[in-house]
């Protein structure tokens, strides 16, 4: 989530596996907080949204369902 670009599918390595995300929209919140939009390979219409917190850490904030 650091530094790809919007549509651009990254592998990253987890503790247990490999992951690749698919980041699909930059935007920061009104009350300043970085967040990004993204979809991991092995979900179908789920988009989740991290947003970096006050240490510079990429935390989940949200999961919804989007048709595709």
Same mark, same amino acid.
């Given at each position: 989530?650091?530094?790809?670009? @919007?549509? &651009? *599918? %990254?592998?990253v390595n987890g503790a247990? =596996?490999?992951? &690749?995300? *698919?980041?699909? =929209? *930059?935007? %920061? *919140? @009104? @009350?300043?907080?970085l967040c990004r939009e993204y979809q991991l390979a092995t979900t179908k219409g789920e988009v989740s949204v991290a947003c970096r917190d006050d240490a510079g850490a990429w935390r989940p904030r949200a999961v919804t369902a989007r048709r595709t």
């Amino acid at each position: 989530l650091e530094t790809s670009p @919007d549509g &651009r *599918t %990254v592998t990253v390595n987890g503790a247990k =596996a490999q992951h &690749r995300i *698919t980041p699909l =929209a *930059t935007f %920061v *919140t @009104d @009350d300043g907080f970085l967040c990004r939009e993204y979809q991991l390979a092995t979900t179908k219409g789920e988009v989740s949204v991290a947003c970096r917190d006050d240490a510079g850490a990429w935390r989940p904030r949200a999961v919804t369902a989007r048709r595709t």
